[in-house]
């Protein structure tokens, strides 16, 4: 299941059959040097690690553009929270407890904002309009701290071996 550069690379998965699972497991395993063959990570939490991350820089990315857009119509202040998506972003790709941090506490200030919003406007349109944006922020929220909490959990010998896999070439394995 390696490629002759070391880089992990499959074909397809086959979550269905567990003799592919144990395979995938102990080569995991050998991978990251346990003699013993049992993979400290669950492959579930190391395949949602991965997919988890894609979701995180898209909305890290989406922020970002919303970000400079606020910033060039003339909310110079917003330039500051650029540090947040930036980092979610950056931690995302990396599979860095610290920088996603950074983008979970600009969430949790986006959400503190909109709850700030929700209860200073009085007409009917921009409230629901609030509530709407409300949700969303809380579903990104919680998908970034549900992304963050793995990561964190993670050896560095595995946030390294996420990275290979982001990395790798996806060449068949013969």
Known sequence: MTTPSGVFAFSRALWDDPLTRETMEREFARELGDEEGAFALDLEQFVMARQLSKIVRLFALIDVVMCVLYALSGADYIAILLFGPLGGFIGARMYNPSLTCWYLLFCCLGIAWRVSDF???????????????????????????????????????VQTLLRQLDYAHTSPVI
Not at 127 to 155: E, N, P
Request: glycine share 0%; proline share 3%; net charge positive.
């Open 119 to 157: 209860i200073l406007v009085k007409e009917v349109t921009p409230r629901i309009l609030a509530i709407v944006t409300l949700v969303l922020s809380v579903y990104i929220t919680r998908l970034v701290a549900r992304f963050w909490s793995l990561i964190r959990l993670m050896s560095r010998e």
